[in-house]
């Protein structure tokens, strides 16, 4: 080990060429934790540093990778009418799904980290670990066709614009993922939004869906897979199956209730998340795993997570009660969506995604323990209201989530001011206390004090 | 919220969600799942009507007044009569502070149990930085080659000219030290074989305060009272609120403060006299509520005492001030004394001598015998570790590995310190230290299993960031104080912030632990002091 790190230490440019030295300093402290010893202050430090911290929320996504590069191919196959089962053409599904997923995570982090590497150099610290969660979580929150340029993009205004003009990780106001999320739903509103878009490769040519041609990276597996006698994807073109919308159940529960969801998928189907959407946020079972992960090992603070699961139950059940009790098939779409009950509205859409993963962020969440649960219950409960009562788009959570952030210091202020105005009253009834024992103690003559010399 | 100390409230929620759900389910009585989701739906309900039925009669034998000694009369154990020691049968009548947050850091190395006697150690000193509030130069009052007596004033402080600081041991003034900028950092005395002290006349029992102060100040005791906020040496122009008396460490490694007074028990209630006649107000003992039996402590009369029990910084006197009663600017000055302290005052009012003499731990993993000593303040480090042969890698401090001072085997015990730690460098870097952390370290992270005692090192663990803090400060700080917040109001000299958000409870100490827990490596404790420092300079 000696031999490695000596080895590695050969490499180490001067500091003239800041870019170098900084991008060396950031492989070097992901290859070794460094020899610097403390100074000053304590003397020993918790094991936990913030690479580690990060590592944790990446570890707890790993799952959703998994699932999610393999939904891609099923849905894409589905749509298609091909491998209905889960297992059939496994080995399309998966190369279909890589094929679509890597070079989604290869731009994030080539152009986020590339970012943070010129900023790091021109501001001459070392590079912070923040993109390590952010370029984990980009990812799962694309729709699986997003065209990388976008993406880029998107991920160039989140991270400058969101994080490093205001000083870097442990700085920023918003959450980096969700802006870079949010930039891509309002820039490029027209084609992000409607039905298609979450399932990958399919084609719209006027109101007629086409599964879109295979390209070279496909044909190349085809050739491995021929050889070895397996199924291969073919030419592609073929058009969809009969009946195929590509609605995601959100999208229909906000035309038609939970009736209309039900025409298209089962509920177990919804709630482990073999339903298009966006690359990682279906599964619940598999985000609930994510979600004990880090809430047992305090990464994420429970209590956004708890508070944003009664604030969702709570705003489900006002919208239920809102809705007319005996739907009819004239009753408003609205209406339907409102009377759907809390625990199905809760594994449709990203929800569980977004309170666990993003709401959690420790900088732009609030924070203090009360702040937590008010700005985790908040969440939730804003989120359900635009999810359900905004017309344009079943979903809400990125805008809520964002909304939030911004509101955090200011449910902070407020806590840090009822702290202040506590300590004080505190103070004044222990200095009462502190009277009545005065009273009994001058009355004991054993104890000489000034007061009776 | 008591009626959450059962899991009932939550249970029903979760089984109406349950029931809920299944009464929209269109699901076919073949379905295995549900079965299994009815299944636990009714254990659930069976549960919750057992449940509500106890909870019914906790509240009804309360109410008729059969649950007189508020034990459980409930069937089911209570969650935190399950998950915490219990509290021992003496504390039944006593004022207890029980405190969830904290860490006790499990290092190898803990000081044995006795005393040893016998180590000789030759060289002593005063070190004038171990005294906050001073100016940098003080006024000397002796040379090398002077001859003290135990008492003998050394120097004092140019502003505060009537505090004087006195030797420690009687014996010959050999070096005088200087530091940064020529302040003076030790004034080294050879220790004479036969110890002798200055002698004293003591004021009458019933000495006005006045008198009291005066005598105190001029025989160098005076140094034992420190002022809080700022923890400063006192003021002796302000009459303090409160006096306070910590009579436990729970420091990493700490000595055991059960040792310094085993034989001196009178002395250290001569000494709590004392300082009863110094205030109007209380003097308040802080004592150990996890030791099984009452300790020589519990017997000391004419203070007020208050048991706590909890991990790390419990023993701290500034988490016990804030559980009892708050310190603060101008009428709510309070001073603290540590058991020495007392113990000095307990000599010097009965018999007549100024003595410094105290019970130290040696302790730290590179030890071979970690244990108690008996010596003075300011012992020279190398001389107290003269039996173990250590390597060039390892780091001595004068206190503990939170707040300790970092000296070579040259430098001095400080005035207030009970400990010397001894740790070993972590100069290396680790290969994935940070993914796959292989060596032993110490973390409150539940990511990091501490499965039993492990020799430190000085390693950082990680660099420095900008404050990315989860919740780890509020898992180790037993004080209804927001300490993010406040270190940043600090950064940017909100003064309104600092005052409001509790500066003034505060000194290093007591952030120590939420520095050693930080992520983001922040250093705490520094930010703190210069905090404190334009707190003082302002007001």
Same mark, same amino acid.
């Given at each position: 080990m000696k031999a490695l790190h000596d080895f590695v230490k050969k490499f180490e440019p001067d500091h003239s060429n800041k870019l170098a030295h900084t991008t060396y300093d950031a492989f070097y402290t992901f290859l070794f934790q460094p020899d610097t010893v403390t100074k000053g202050g304590v003397h020993i430090t918790d094991g936990m540093d913030l690479k580690r911290l990060m590592v944790h929320v990446v570890l707890a996504l790993q799952l959703l990778y998994v699932f999610g590069t393999w939904n891609i191919g099923h849905q894409h196959f589905v749509a298609l009418g091909q491998y209905n089962g889960f297992l059939e053409g496994f080995h399309l599904k998966i190369i279909y799904g890589l094929i679509q997923i890597l070079p989604i995570f290869v731009v994030t982090h080539v152009v986020g980290l590339g970012i943070e590497f010129i900023y790091a150099a021109r501001k001459g610290h070392s590079v912070e670990e923040g993109f390590l969660v952010s370029g984990a979580l980009i990812p799962l929150i694309m729709p699986p066709d997003i065209p990388l340029v976008w993406l880029a993009v998107s991920i160039i205004f989140a991270v400058v614009l969101g994080k490093e003009a205001f000083g870097g990780t442990g700085m920023n106001i918003w959450n980096v993922a969700l802006l870079a999320r949010v930039f891509i739903f309002f820039a490029y509103p027209t084609t992000i939004s409607g039905d298609e878009v979450w399932v990958a490769g399919i084609v719209k040519e006027g109101t007629e869906f086409y599964g879109a041609t295979y390209g070279w990276a496909h044909g190349f597996f085809d050739w491995i897979f021929s050889g070895l006698g397996w199924s291969t994807f073919g030419e592609g073109g073929m058009a969809v199956a009969d009946g195929w919308t590509g609605a995601t159940p959100l999208g229909l529960a906000a035309k038609g209730g939970w009736d209309a969801v039900t025409q298209y998928y089962t509920e177990s189907q919804i709630f482990w998340g073999n339903i298009p959407g966006s690359i990682g946020e279906s599964s619940a079972p598999l985000i609930i795993i994510g979600m004990i992960f880090l809430m047992v090992t305090r990464i994420a603070d429970y209590r956004v997570i708890v508070g944003g699961l009664i604030g969702f139950m709570v705003g489900a059940l006002m919208l239920n009660a809102i809705a007319p009790p005996v739907l009819t098939d004239d009753t408003p779409g609205i209406f339907q969506f409102m009377a759907i009950h809390p625990l199905r509205q809760m594994i449709m859409g990203s929800f569980l995604f977004a309170i666990t993963f993003m709401a959690t962020d420790p900088v732009s969440s609030a924070d203090t323990p009360t702040g937590k649960w008010i700005y985790g219950f908040l969440i939730a409960f804003i989120g359900i209201i635009i999810r359900v009562l905004n017309p344009a788009y079943p979903e809400g959570w990125m805008l809520s989530i964002l909304l939030m952030n911004t509101f955090a210091p200011l449910i902070d202020h407020y806590v840090y001011q009822a702290n202040v105005k506590r300590r004080v009253k505190r103070t004044a009834a222990m200095a009462k206390q502190r009277d009545e024992l005065i009273t009994k103690r001058i009355e004991n003559p054993e104890i000489v004090s000034p007061s009776n010399v | 919220m008591k009626s959450f100390q059962r899991p009932a409230g939550l249970l029903s929620l979760l089984m109406l969600a349950a029931i809920t759900l299944q009464s929209q389910a269109d699901v076919g009585g073949s379905n295995l799942v549900f079965y299994g989701i009815t299944a636990l739906a009714l254990l659930i309900f069976f549960f919750m009507i057992v449940s509500v039925a106890d909870n019914f009669m906790v509240i009804e034998s309360k109410a008729k007044g059969i649950d007189t000694d508020e034990t459980n009369m409930g069937l089911f154990p209570r969650l935190s009569d399950l998950f915490s020691a219990k509290k021992a049968d003496y504390l039944e009548n006593e004022h207890v502070v029980t405190l969830k947050k904290g860490y006790d850091i499990p290092l190898e190395g803990e000081p044995a149990g006795s005393v040893d006697d016998t180590l000789n150690v030759t060289r002593f000193a005063v070190n004038p930085p171990d005294y906050y509030g001073l100016m940098p130069i003080p006024k000397m009052e002796v040379e090398v080659g002077d001859a003290v007596k135990a008492g003998d004033v050394i120097f004092f402080d140019k502003k505060l000219n009537r505090i004087k600081f006195a030797a420690? %041991?009687?014996?010959? %003034?050999?070096a005088i030290n200087r530091g940064l900028k020529r302040s003076i950092a030790e004034v080294v005395i050879l220790a004479d074989k036969e110890q002798t002290s200055r002698k004293y006349d003591l004021p009458a029992a019933d000495a006005s305060r006045a008198d009291l102060v005066d005598f105190l100040l001029d025989s160098g005791a005076w140094p034992v009272f420190r002022q809080r906020p700022y923890n400063v040496v006192a003021d002796p122009d302000v009459v303090p609120r409160d006096i306070f008396v910590s009579t436990f460490s729970t420091a990493p490694l700490a000595a055991d403060l059960k040792l310094s007074i085993a034989g001196r028990e009178e002395e250290f209630q001569t000494g709590i006299d004392v300082l009863n006649r110094l205030t109007d107000g209380l003097v308040y003992l802080g004592l150990d509520g996890r030791e099984p039996a009452p300790t020589a402590f519990s017997a000391v009369a004419n203070a007020e005492k208050r048991y706590f029990r909890g991990a790390h910084p419990a023993g701290n006197v500034g988490v016990q001030i804030h559980h009892i009663h708050p310190a603060g600017p101008g009428e709510n000055t309070v001073w603290t004394v540590d058991v020495n302290g007392v113990l000095l005052l307990g000599e010097l009012f009965k018999n007549g001598r100024y003595s410094t003499e105290r019970v130290i731990a040696l302790s730290g993993a590179p030890l071979s015998q970690p244990r108690h000593v008996r010596t003075h303040a300011g012992a020279n480090l190398g001389e107290l570790l003269q039996d173990d042969s250590l390597t060039d890698n390892v780091r001595i401090l004068s206190g503990d590995v939170l707040t300790g001072t970092q000296k070579g085997s040259e430098g001095f015990l400080e005035f207030y310190r009970s400990q010397v730690t001894v740790l070993e460098e972590g100069n290396e870097a680790e290969i994935f230290g940070w993914l796959l952390p292989l060596k032993p370290r110490a973390s409150i992270s539940p990511t990091i299993p501490t499965l039993s005692k492990f020799e430190a090192t000085t390693n950082t663990h990680g660099e420095k960031r900008a404050f990315v803090v989860n919740n780890d400060y509020e898992q180790v700080m037993p004080m209804d104080i927001y300490t993010q917040q406040l270190m940043k109001s600090i950064m940017v000299n909100d003064f309104e912030s600092m005052e409001g958000l509790g500066i003034y409870e505060l000194v290093e100490e007591d952030v120590a632990l939420a520095e050693f827990a930080c992520v983001s490596k922040q250093p705490l404790q520094q930010i703190l002091r210069e905090g404190l420092n334009t707190m003082r300079e302002q007001g």
């Open positions: - | 420690p %041991v009687s014996g010959e %003034v050999i």
